[in-house]
């Protein structure tokens, strides 16, 4: 065989590898599912029990249903499966570094772009499942009132905050790869878009000197797209402007990230600090 | 000497920045000082053949084994392995080597010998009963066989170094790097691995390899041709039996004047 043709990996191939990996490691950590699933529940019921503070059909909530459970855990769903699709790239590329194990990945023929993603792939599927566990949670034991689900709404909005996310992400990877820490993407969307994005109480609750630095945080748009669509029966006419915010997002943040990507492996390669910590 | 080397290095250039502190950057923030580690390199490897790479702690020996691996981009010159430009063509040049270095920490602990392989070989494009007909075969000629169902945590140095030769296998590439491969082992495996090495992948495998090191007695005895390199350049050059026809203590002396020599200069 040496020398000859070797069969090039596919994508799916490194993708599906990569994931039995994270799932054999998980299976390793006996507790820490089991904590991660004990938290969700909690988190579900702390909403429940402030919900009780805040009487139905308060002024603020009425353009998303009235109810703020409903309201409070579609913010910290999304919120968080937001977080993991902005922090997950990031955190496998520091998490290789500081194992050691970057610069085997990077020796191997698959390009850099197929590891990162299939590096983030099982965290953010299990980050899905959370969502999905938590809404379901929601749903079956606190009372989540859902509207009538505008399919589209949630379509659109979902695709293009991923599209968003992601490419915040490859941003985050991009200086991570050459900084190594002190990640200002992560601060300044992670931190401020927990303040000001409208996760646990509405945008319009917000002074209005501070509310305008709400309208630059793609989250701002992501939830109210996505809390129109699944409490407030709203058609798709109403997520419109979150559904062109989302996508001037994505026209500006896209091709940026991965001009900064491609620049960020050439830098490193060039200073030779790639598999640096 | 007329066909086409495994690997080719030509006046290789490669200078790092130099870490610079917050006052520093402050005072002169255009000012770029700069640190070289390869300084002009040139090489040539057979195919077929043990190269030992003889050279102190910071010659140069671990850049060219990273510019060789696509890691790093040189700042100068040009290098080849197979014939594919390590910084144009850095995709056929990764399916072309098997990168062994001694680094324990490139390995997931948490998995098992097999299962590391598992993944690794995935991303080699190694899939279903051919992936593990070739993981059986990598652990046999490593050696390790009968620990492949461990956690690599339970391994010992010596067998952790086997795996990584194991992984360099994989995708049975014809040209080896392999950096300070006896590092911190005691010296019974050092012999196994240097045995392994020259006996079952050059002799029986027909790799060709290069072998960084500065054990002197690694080189005169397992080589076919050994460069010593210091301050970034080729000092001496030649086959193992011109260079240690007396055995190690003409190699020794004749190690020690290309280092001084080039010491000197500097």
Redesign the interface.
């Given at each position: 065989m040496s020398g000859a043709a070797r069969p090039r990996a596919s994508g799916a191939a490194i993708f599906a590898a990569f994931m039995r990996r994270d799932f054999r490691e998980a299976l390793t950590y006996k507790f820490s599912f089991v904590s991660s699933i004990t938290g969700i529940l909690l988190s579900s019921a702390t909403f429940y029990f402030v919900a009780k503070l805040v009487p139905p059909g308060t002024p603020s909530l009425g353009p998303f249903g009235g109810d703020y459970f409903s309201f409070a855990v579609i913010g910290v769903a999304f919120a968080s499966l937001l977080g993991m699709f902005q922090e997950g790239l990031p955190a496998v590329v520091r998490s290789a570094q500081l194992s050691g194990t970057l610069e085997a990945l990077l020796v191997s023929p698959a390009s850099i772009s197929t590891i990162l993603f299939g590096s983030s792939l099982y965290p953010l599927v299990f980050q899905l499942f959370r969502t999905a566990l938590q809404l379901g949670v929601a749903l079956a034991f606190f009372g989540l009132t859902l509207g009538r689900i505008n399919g589209p709404g949630v379509l659109c909005v979902g695709a293009l905050t991923v599209l968003c996310f992601l490419s915040v992400g490859v941003l985050s990877a991009s200086f991570i790869l050459v900084y190594k820490t002190g990640n200002p993407f992560s601060w300044i969307l992670g931190t401020v878009s927990g303040l000001l994005g409208g996760v646990v109480f509405p945008v319009s609750l917000l002074p209005p000197w501070i509310r305008w630095v709400s309208s630059l945080l793609p989250v701002t748009y992501a939830l109210d797209g996505m809390r129109k669509s699944l409490l407030a029966s709203s058609d798709f006419a109403e997520v419109l402007p979150d559904v062109i915010a989302l996508a001037a997002f994505d026209a500006v943040l896209l091709p940026l990230s991965l001009v900064a990507f491609r620049l960020a492996v050439r830098k490193a390669k060039k200073d030779g600090t790639l598999s640096h910590y | 000497m007329s066909e086409r080397p495994a690997i080719l290095a030509e006046n290789l250039i490669?200078r790092?920045?130099v870490f610079r502190g917050f006052r520093d950057l402050l005072r002169r923030p255009f000012d770029r000082r700069t640190v070289t580690?390869l300084d002009g390199l040139d090489l040539r490897v057979e195919r077929g053949s043990v190269f030992c790479l003889l050279g102190p702690n910071g010659a140069g020996k671990t850049?060219l084994i990273?510019i060789l691996?696509?890691?790093?981009?040189p700042?100068g010159g040009r290098a080849s392995v197979d014939g594919h430009d390590v910084a144009r063509d850095p995709?056929p040049v990764?399916?072309a080597?098997g990168?062994a270095?001694n680094?324990e920490?490139?390995?997931?602990w948490?998995?098992t010998g097999r299962?590391n392989l598992?993944?690794?070989g995935?991303?080699?494009?190694?899939?279903g009963r051919?992936r593990d007909l070739r993981i059986a075969e990598v652990l046999r000629l490593s050696g390790i066989e009968a620990a492949a169902d461990l956690r690599f945590n339970a391994y010992s140095t010596g067998m952790r170094q086997m795996l990584a030769f194991a992984?360099a296998l994989l995708?049975?590439?014809?040209i080896l790097l392999v950096d300070e491969p006896t590092r911190s082992l005691d010296p019974q495996a050092a012999d196994r691995i240097r045995a392994f090495l020259r006996e079952e992948l050059a002799g029986n495998?027909?790799?060709t390899i290069l072998w960084a090191t500065h054990d002197l007695g690694e080189a005169a005895d397992h080589a076919d041709s050994i460069a010593v390199i210091s301050r970034g350049r080729i000092r001496l050059h030649g086959t193992a039996a011109s260079l240690a026809g007396g055995g190690r203590p003409s190699l020794r002396r004749a190690y020690e004047q290309a280092v001084g020599e080039s010491e000197e200069k500097a």
């Open positions: - | 490669k790092y920045p580690a850049t990273k691996a696509t890691l790093v981009l700042d995709g990764k399916s080597v990168y270095v680094d920490r490139s390995f997931y948490r998995l299962q598992e993944f690794f995935a991303l080699y494009g190694l899939r051919a992984r995708a049975d590439a014809a495998q027909k790799k």
